[in-house]
Antibody, heavy 118, light 111 residues
Framework: DVQLLESGGGLVKPGGSLRLSCAASGFTFIYAWMSWVRQAPGKGLEWIGRIKSKTAGETTDYAAPVKGRFTISRDDSENTLYLQMNSLEIEDTAVYYC?????????WGQGTLVTVSS | DVVMTQSPLSLPVTLGQPASISCRSSQSLVYSDGNTYLNWFQQRPGQSPRRLIYKVSNRDSGVPDRFSGSGSGTDFTLKISRVEAEDVGVYYCMQGTYWITFGQGTRLEIK
């Protein structure tokens, strides 16, 4: 079974940084395109970005609200996906999910909560 | 950006009755490869989203056959033939043709 386990969430002050991790298992990670999706409290789903597989160039795409502040990376040797978040804003408060892509988003992790507050 | 608009946003349904959710995109979701990357997700209270339907009408493994998807171009529909108590939650459409965007969500509740 596909398993995605996010970690690294917590409370951070505005302007601060945080790095999230997503440990993947149950599928061939090196060939997977991976995304991050967030959900603010009581709100809907917002895609924030993706990283393609190495065979597809390992390129990244980002949604406008996070471009230039967030960076997605991966370590295929560790089957782990990362989200580096800098210059955090109160509006970045959300549960952050990592997800696999196969004909769009497919499998989701359980999410990790990031709270940006002074 | 492609905007996904769902209706209704709230859907009270009697147990055993059918339900239908509409999703419209601001531009055609037909990709250059001929596929239409329109998915449907269910998010039960307190849980992560779960994909139900991919590429308009393909049910994911383990999804009950009371769920069905249809549509083309810019107009899509998720139908539940007979609503059960476990179907309570929020349903989202998602397009993957032009990066990824989600609809606002439709909250299904039992009347």
């Amino acid at each position: 079974d596909v398993q995605l386990l996010e970690s690294g969430g917590g409370l951070v002050k505005p302007g601060g940084s945080l790095r999230l991790s997503c440990a993947a298992s149950g599928f061939t990670f090196i060939y997977a395109w991976m995304s991050w999706v967030r959900q603010a409290p009581g709100k809907g789903l917002e895609w924030i970005g993706r990283i393609k597989s190495k065979t597809a160039g390992e390129t990244t795409d980002y949604a406008a609200p996070v471009k230039g502040r967030f960076t997605i990376s991966r370590d295929d040797s560790e089957n782990t996906l990362y989200l580096q978040m800098n210059s955090l804003e109160i509006e970045d408060t959300a549960v952050y999910y990592c997800a696999t892509e196969n004909n769009g988003i497919e499998h989701w992790g359980q999410g990790t909560l990031v709270t940006v507050s002074s | 950006d492609v905007v996904m608009t769902q209706s209704p946003l709230s859907l009270p349904v009697t147990l055993g009755q059918p339900a239908s959710i509409s999703c419209r995109s601001s531009q055609s979701l037909v990709y250059s490869d001929g596929n239409t990357y329109l998915n449907w997700f269910q998010q039960r209270p307190g849980q992560s989203p779960r994909r139900l339907i991919y590429k308009v009408s393909n049910r994911d493994s383990g999804v009950p056959d009371r769920f069905s998807g249809s549509g083309s171009g810019t107009d899509f529909t998720l139908k539940i033939s007979r609503v059960e108590a476990e179907d309570v939650g929020v349903y989202y459409c998602m397009q993957g043709t032009y990066w990824i965007t989600f609809g606002q969500g439709t909250r299904l509740e039992i009347k």
